[in-house]
Nanobody, 115 residues
């Protein structure tokens, strides 16, 4: 049973936008802080954005001002709006709780930004 399912990735040119979605089971979403992580080739997975159940957000410096995280508590879904994409944003993007729980990692969604 998949608990977290990411979607919305793709290949875009630099400067364009993408919106990622993550559907979570109710048992995960609940009252947890949710986050978007990314892993670029040869690099560690890092947290890029997080959102509390009440809507408080936090961002990594590398995406601040360009990415916006949001959540729909009624639909158990978390989103990541990514604007002004850069080639260095190329990575597999995952959602998970914050802190992350190993058993919850999904397949992720690939984002590739061409220059």
């Amino acid at each position: 049973q998949e608990l977290l399912v990411e979607s919305g990735g793709g290949l875009v040119q630099a400067g364009r936008s993408l919106k990622l979605s993550c559907a979570a089971s109710g048992s995960i979403f609940g009252v947890r802080i949710m986050g978007w992580y990314r892993q670029a080739p040869g690099q560690q997975r890092i947290l890029v954005a997080s959102i509390s159940p009440g809507g408080s957000t936090d961002y990594a410096d590398s995406v601040k001002g360009r990415f916006t995280i949001s959540r729909d508590n009624g639909e158990n879904t978390v989103f990541l709006q990514m604007n002004s994409l850069k080639p260095e944003d190329t990575a597999v993007y995952y959602c998970n709780t914050v802190p992350s729980m190993g058993g919850y990692w999904g397949q992720g969604t690939q984002v590739t930004v061409s220059s």
